[in-house]
Nanobody, 127 residues
Framework: QVQLVESGGGSVQAGGSLRLSCAAF????????MGWFRQTPGKEREGVAS???????SYADSIKGRFTISQDNAKNTLYLQMNSLKPEDTAMYYC?????????????????????WGQGTQVTVSS
């Protein structure tokens, strides 16, 4: 059974940092492209960052230079290091996995269909 389990969300003041983790179970992690998405109430889910199976990252313009996506294939775990957080980064953050959609295509609008989703972890940034 495929599971993506996010953790690491929380509340932080503007300018602070958080590190999100996504542990993957039940599929061949190293063959899939991974991504982080976020969503606020009443808005569409948007792609934040993606990473290909070879480790190549892609970032949305809104977070470029502040967030870093990485992964540990030995642990089947995806990470998102978030620095210089802003109130507008407040959202539910989801990790996702897809066998075919990779790179900037994973961050496209409209959001592409992806194979697997996690349940989300809340990030709240106060001013």
């Amino acid at each position: 059974q495929v599971q993506l389990v996010e953790s690491g969300g929380g509340s932080v003041q503007a300018g602070g940092s958080l590190r999100l983790s996504c542990a993957a179970f039940g599929y061949a992690y190293s063959y899939y492209c991974m991504g982080w998405f976020r969503q606020t109430p009443g808005k569409e889910r948007e792609g934040v960052a993606s990473i290909d199976s070879d480790g190549s990252p892609s970032y949305a313009d809104s977070i470029k230079g502040r967030f870093t996506i990485s992964q540990d294939n030995a642990k089947n775990t995806l990470y998102l290091q978030m620095n210089s957080l802003k109130p507008e980064d407040t959202a539910m953050y989801y990790c996702a996995a897809d066998f075919r959609v990779c790179g900037p295509s994973m961050l496209a609008t409209p959001m592409p269909d992806v194979d697997y989703w996690g349940q989300g972890t809340q990030v709240t940034v106060s001013s």
